[in-house]
């Protein structure tokens, strides 16, 4: 049975900092992994194949009426995805990623500070 995980991350140069040989690593023990990051058109070609990709719009700075736009947005795929574990570092997608897990009943939530 492989793990279905999601990784939040606000930015996708997060991403490239800190998950490169962690992705590889994680697909070759049979990990399904998604990434939930902003927008960014080229991060796919950096990305193991069979890395999913989910874009969100989420923005660095304290936005009321985007953010919570973006927290409705996470728990809908959250819900629909039936993730058994995500993974979520920076302060944004912390904050959105922690709160829309845990309504979407998510099982297991790990945050990291990097």
Not at 23 to 45: K, M
Not at 54 to 69: A, I, M, Q
Request: charged share 20%.
């Amino acid at each position: 049975m492989s793990i279905k995980l999601a990784i939040g991350a606000t930015v996708s140069q997060t991403i490239r900092a800190f998950y490169r040989g962690q992705l590889d690593y994680l697909v070759g023990r049979g990990y399904r992994i998604t990434l939930i990051t902003a927008p960014d058109p080229a991060l796919h070609r950096e990305l193991p194949p069979e890395v999913a990709l989910h874009f969100v719009d989420f923005s660095r700075e304290v936005t009321p009426w985007r953010d919570l736009k973006t927290l409705v947005h996470l728990i809908r795929f959250l819900r629909q995805e039936r993730f058994d574990m995500i993974q979520y570092s920076t302060p944004k997608s912390t904050v959105l990623c922690a709160i829309a897990s845990w309504i979407a009943g998510v099982p297991c939530r790990l945050y990291c500070m990097w």
